[in-house]
């Protein structure tokens, strides 16, 4: 007995392997369910506070984001190479981390900044105090 497959071929042209949806189709391949994601993806989702959150993120993120969902569906798919998506997963960390440090500096300066009257970093305070003699 052999189990259901997907019936899309894959970017190779080797038949999909993915276990189907109702459709016949992995979620992969499935143009329908693929439209809805996105639609739902358009109008925010179900989850707010993802969505919010998702909306803050700046264009080079997004695409990052948007890039490794297509990856992930490749790699259910069978299309993309486990080990691609995992390289690319650990590539998009690092990314993650570097764009971190950048906001967590900017918050923290604006921080600062305020909790001196708006009169400049603590790092700039620091670096023009003078020691009374
Ligand atoms: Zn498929």
Do not use: W
């Not at 038949?15 to 459709?23: F, I, Q």
């Not at 996105?38 to 695409?63: C, E, S, V």
């Not at 009257?117 to 790092?123: F, P």
């Amino acid at each position: 007995m052999t189990m259901p497959a997907c019936q899309s071929t894959r970017r190779d042209g080797s038949p999909c392997r993915a276990t189907p949806t109702a459709s016949g189709r992995c979620f992969a391949h499935d143009e329908k369910l693929r439209q809805k994601t996105a639609d739902g993806r358009r109008r925010g989702g179900h989850n707010k506070a993802t969505a919010a959150r998702a909306a803050r993120l700046p264009a080079d993120m997004k695409a990052l984001a948007s890039q490794l969902m297509e990856a992930i569906s490749e790699c259910y798919s069978g299309e993309l190479d486990p080990k691609r998506l995992s390289a690319m997963a650990s590539g998009a960390g690092a990314v993650v981390r570097v764009h971190e440090v950048g906001e967590f500096t900017q918050r923290l300066d604006a921080l600062e900044a305020a909790a001196n009257g708006g009169k400049g970093t603590l790092a700039g305070l620091v670096s023009t105090y003078r020691r009374p003699s």
